[in-house]
T-cell receptor, first 113, second 112 residues
Framework: KNQVEQSPQSLIILEGKNCTLQ??????????LRWYKQDTGRGPVSLTI?????NTKSNGRYTATLDADTKQSSLHITASQLSDSASYIC????????????FGTGTKLQVIP | EAQVTQNPRYLITVTGKKLTVTCSQN?????MSWYRQDPGLGLRQIYY???????DKGDVPEGYKVSRKEKRNFPLILESPSPNQTSLYFC???????????FGEGSRLTVL
């Protein structure tokens, strides 16, 4: 059974600090891994997409890493801002197409002044 | 503006009263899909469609129907809603070349 597990479930950090969110996945055959940001009550928005051959991808202050051997990914947020407060969801896709996706339950990040 | 539009955004209904949640995208994406989001469970896929007239079940299809008669529209139909279908629903479209999901703003459904 395909699974995606994220940790921690929730996190509180001070504005300006860095943080790292973790994602472990068991998806076969692995196609790609994505991180999404979801503000409360809104639809998720894509941050990064990584395929099997990619190790790192950045999007501004967000940097995602992927280790296909250990089936782990991380999302590092640098110099956090209050607007980073949201849920961050890890999504793994299986197979050749993009439609069979498995979502993690998300990490709820709160950035405080 | 490129977007995925869902309607209604909020709906309260009663058990057994058929309802349809519409989803429309203006990006000419081939793939479309529906998800429900429940506390502690994350997003779960209900149905997906790889193209017009091609649909398939996701992980939690029971109690739902879909149709894809046109490329831009992918309505979600609840023939006989039950309280366990109370949830936040998201429609998404996906271009075939990247696999990135573009989500709508969500439809919060309450079944009494």
């Amino acid at each position: 059974k395909n699974q995606v597990e994220q940790s921690p479930q929730s996190l509180i950090i001070l504005e300006g600090k860095n943080c790292t969110l973790q994602c472990n996945y068991t998806v076969s055959p692995f196609s790609n891994l994505r991180w999404y940001k979801q503000d409360t009550g809104r639809g998720p928005v894509s941050l990064t997409i990584m395929t099997f051959s990619e190790n790192t991808k950045s999007n501004g202050r967000y940097t995602a890493t992927l280790d296909a051997d250990t089936k782990q990914s991380s999302l590092h947020i640098t110099a956090s801002q209050l607007s980073d407060s949201a849920s961050y969801i890890c999504v793994a896709s299986a197979g050749r197409g993009y439609q069979k996706v498995t979502f993690g339950t998300g990490t709820k990040l709160q950035v405080i002044p | 503006e490129a977007q995925v539009t869902q309607n209604p955004r909020y709906l309260i209904t009663v058990t057994g009263k058929k309802l349809t949640v519409t989803c429309s995208q203006n990006m000419n994406h081939e793939y479309m899909s529906w998800y429900r989001q429940d506390p502690g469970l994350g997003l779960r896929q209900i149905y997906y469609s790889m193209n017009v007239e091609v649909t398939d079940k996701g992980d939690v299809p029971e109690g739902y129907k879909v149709s894809r008669k046109e490329k831009r529209n992918f309505p979600l139909i609840l023939e006989s809603p039950s309280p366990n279908q109370t949830s936040l629903y998201f429609c998404a479209s996906t271009p075939s070349n990247t696999g990135e999901l573009f989500f709508g703003e969500g439809s919060r459904l309450t079944v009494l």
